[in-house]
């Protein structure tokens, strides 16, 4: 017979307060899956983002004078290198919890003794991982090539943090709410993109009209675009403060929803 001291608590992890070893081979899992297939998840995003720069470029740089009072291409380039980071975040969790669901594999994430915040955790490990691994390997060919610079480096590293996790987290909102790719690809093409791309990525706001730029003031994207751009040409349409502060607020909102589904597994465990 079990003594006392033998028994384990109803309601105690025996893994203690936070299980690190199932968090580190969740996060783990979570970043190989993306570095396993480099040339998708990588260098197409790095291919992209060139393609973005260079037909722009070609297109209206010739005829189009500074803008913020730095050349076109300047401007131009930390709107494109934000954009592809935040969309790589949330291909990284909506992707990975999809697969897991339509194979029915979701179950190996969900059965070990991980808490929802450790779940949490573990997938915002792998979003964050890809979309700072993409930001640094798009700025450093954007040095070199085009000279860009790197003005205000926390204000740059901290905004394209906040978009991964942004972006990571609605990724794994979308993943979880998604019952088929259909659904996925509804999310990605009907919000995601519309987010992306109406968000100051190749204008200023300021050139909008009055309607458009209240409304453009409402995307959080906006803000994230904005910060970066601030962070690398040290120009901005607003506050980098108020940036930051919209970002953070933004970004524990849905980070609890997140911690929320996991909590009730909605769509998970049905």
Known sequence: METTSQTVQMGV?????????????????EVRRFVAVWTQTLL????????????????????????????????????????TVIQNAFANTSSSIMISKVQGNIVDTLMPPLSSLELVIGY?????AR????????WVVMALFVGLPLMHPLFALAFVALGALFLGSLG?????VSKKFDHMAAI????ITPLS??????????NLPGWFKTLTHLNPVFYLIDGVRYGVIGRSDSSPWLGLLVMVIATAA?????????????????
């Not at 992890?13 to 899992?29: D, E, I, K, M, P």
């Open 44 to 83: 197409a995003p790095l291919i992209t983002a060139g393609l973005f720069l260079v037909i722009f470029t070609l297109a209206i740089g010739p005829t189009r004078g500074d803008v913020m009072g730095v050349p076109f291409i300047h401007f131009l380039a930390p709107g494109i290198l934000t954009m």
């Open 197 to 206: 791309f109406l968000s100051g990525t190749f204008y200023s706001v300021e």
């Open 188 to 191: 990605t093409n009907f919000i």
């Open 124 to 128: 915002m490990a792998g979003a964050l």
């Open 172 to 176: 794994v909102i979308a993943g979880i």
């Open 131 to 138: 979309g700072l691994t993409v930001a640094v390997a798009i």
């Open 13 to 29: 992890r025996r893994f203690g307060a936070v299980n690190w070893l199932g968090l580190y081979t969740l996060a783990q899992r």
């Open 254 to 270: 849905v980070l609890t929803l997140n911690w929320v589904f996991f909590k009730r597994g909605t769509n998970l465990k049905s």
